[in-house]
């Protein structure tokens, strides 16, 4: 189908939360209407049951939900001990909410480079940022694919440093046989509503398999407080609710069909760009699943393809355009080398992808790029 024949009146959305919505809209309107009537709306018993199916469903044994997936990592480092001038060793190509919690307890980001297959922290990097200050390793799976978890876990072992896995762009994603956010310490996850697994609303959560870990954060959540008016410790009010928990209950029984249906669209994307010799598309590690939270490709002229792309009512976002350490909050922590890190960050671009994409807007958006590439020999 060329660009001219199709008839697409409505721009291609990055994600299509109604598409989603259209699939489920009676168990999601049932779900909200039985919260309305319960009155009971913080911390009741959709936010119990979400957290027991969804620790059943990581198979971890805790999981305890919160106001976000920011306060995820705040609670985590928290929970940790973690504060004012250590060290937590994470990536700039990540979302900005990674460094800004390790920054907001107190404690220095320190940038790791990234590999430049996957995107992902590169554990061979890791070593060398350590100093006496580092407390702990924050890898981010980026794009919904694994980083090389077992690797970073080892050498955190070796060092005595916690591992928090922030899995807020990889829910359900595996490397090898265990789901990712149940290799180190703790792990984090976001149910921002483009997420895999998205909220109507913020939302997000921590796993654990130590209980002490869990208790700490689900008295940090809520005032330091287990009973009404006493108060064990200084916390935060960070919780889920009721009718963002009831939403997630329903949402959760189709994540991995989602997850799967995002990799086939993945596999179309992958398939229709093979003779296009200036897209990179994004590899899959044979020993992950990757769940295309994001199907990002590499290409040259990126910000030109953009626009063209905009021009043709295709929406495309660069996750991320500015890395971390460029960004102004964080310039005075001084100069990083970040090589890979930098050059990455000119030729990402992020087409649309979610689980109901049909193979004809897939097929517009590939006749598009392959269009501007022809026009630009
Ligand atoms: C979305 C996201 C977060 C933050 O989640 P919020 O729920 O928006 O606070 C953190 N880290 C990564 C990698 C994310 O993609």
Redesign the pocket.
């Known amino acids: 189908m060329s660009t001219k024949e199709t008839k697409i009146i409505n721009k291609v959305k990055i994600v299509d939360l109604d598409a989603q919505y259209e699939t489920i809209k009676m168990e999601i309107n049932e779900a909200i209407s039985k919260v309305l009537a319960s009155s009971n709306f913080i911390l009741g018993p959709s936010v119990q049951s979400f957290e027991e199916e969804l620790a059943n469903y990581l198979k971890c044994k805790y999981v305890v939900s919160c106001g976000?997936?920011?306060?995820a990592?705040i609670l985590a480092l928290k929970a940790l001990d973690i504060g004012t001038g250590d060290e937590v060793i994470t990536v700039s190509h990540?979302?900005f909410?990674?460094s800004e919690a390790i920054a907001q307890i107190g404690a220095v980001p320190v940038f790791c480079d990234i590999r430049e297959d996957d995107y992902n922290i590169d554990p061979v990097k890791i070593k060398g940022l350590i100093t006496k200050k580092t407390k702990a390793i924050i890898p981010?799976h980026?794009y919904g694919q694994s980083c090389e978890i077992k690797s970073v876990v080892d050498l955190a072992n070796k060092q005595g440093l916690f591992v928090i896995e922030?899995c807020?762009?990889a829910l359900g994603a595996r490397y090898e046989d265990k789901l990712v956010g149940t290799f180190g310490n703790i792990g984090t996850t976001?149910?921002?509503p483009t997420?895999n697994l998205g909220a109507y609303g913020?939302?997000?959560a921590i796993f654990t398999n130590d209980l002490e870990i869990a208790k700490e954060i689900k008295l940090l959540r809520t005032h330091g407080s287990n009973k009404r008016y006493v108060h064990e410790l200084i916390g935060f009010n960070s919780r889920l609710d009721e009718l963002q928990a009831a939403v997630l209950r329903v949402k959760l029984k189709y994540l991995d069909k989602w997850n799967s249906l995002r990799r086939e669209a993945a596999d179309y994307y992958t398939f229709l760009f093979k003779d296009i010799t200036e897209v990179k598309p994004p590899c899959i590690k044979p020993n992950c699943n990757h769940i295309f939270h994001q199907y990002t490709i590499r290409v040259p002229n990126r910000n030109k393809l953009q626009e063209e792309l905009d021009k043709a009512y295709i929406d495309t976002l660069i996750y991320y355009p500015i890395p971390i350490h460029k960004q102004k909050a964080f310039l005075h922590l001084g100069k990083t080398n970040l090589p890979v890190t930098e050059k990455v960050c000119d030729e990402i671009l992020s087409l649309p992808i979610y689980p109901e994409i049909k193979k004809d807007i897939q097929q517009y958006v590939v006749e598009t790029i392959k269009q501007f590439f022809e026009k630009s020999i």
């Open positions: 976000n997936g920011t306060d990592i990540s979302y909410a990674t981010v980026i922030d807020a762009q976001s149910f921002y997420k913020d939302g997000g």
